[in-house]
Nanobody, 115 residues
Framework: QVQLVESGGDLVQPGGSLRLSCAAS????????MGWYRQVPGKERELVGD???????NYVDSVKGRFTVSRDNTKKTVYLQMNGLKPEDTAVYLC?????????WGQGTQVTVSS
């Protein structure tokens, strides 16, 4: 059974930082491209950033220079370090795992950026 469990979401002031974690089980983690998406009600789910099995990363333009995706294959965990948070970063952040035709989603964790 595949599980992706996110944690680390919180309420934070503008300019603040958070680190999200996603712990995976039931997959050969090192083979998967791991991604972070975000979802705001009424809007399409958006890819924030991802990291391939080889460690290459990709980010949406709006978070470049502020967010960093990393992975620890020994812990089967992917991270999203978010710095310089803005109110428009408020969303549910979801973890995603993809390998060939296989893809899985976590339940999400809420990030709210507000003063």
């Amino acid at each position: 059974q595949v599980q992706l469990v996110e944690s680390g979401g919180d309420l934070v002031q503008p300019g603040g930082s958070l680190r999200l974690s996603c712990a995976a089980s039931g997959i050969i983690f090192s083979a998967y491209t791991m991604g972070w998406y975000r979802q705001v009600p009424g809007k399409e789910r958006e890819l924030v950033g991802d990291i391939t099995s080889g460690g290459s990363t990709n980010y949406v333009d709006s978070v470049k220079g502020r967010f960093t995706v990393s992975r620890d294959n020994t812990k089967k965990t992917v991270y999203l370090q978010m710095n310089g948070l803005k109110p428009e970063d408020t969303a549910v952040y979801l973890c995603h795992a993809k390998y060939l035709i296989f893809n899985y989603w976590g339940q999400g964790t809420q990030v709210t950026v507000s003063s």
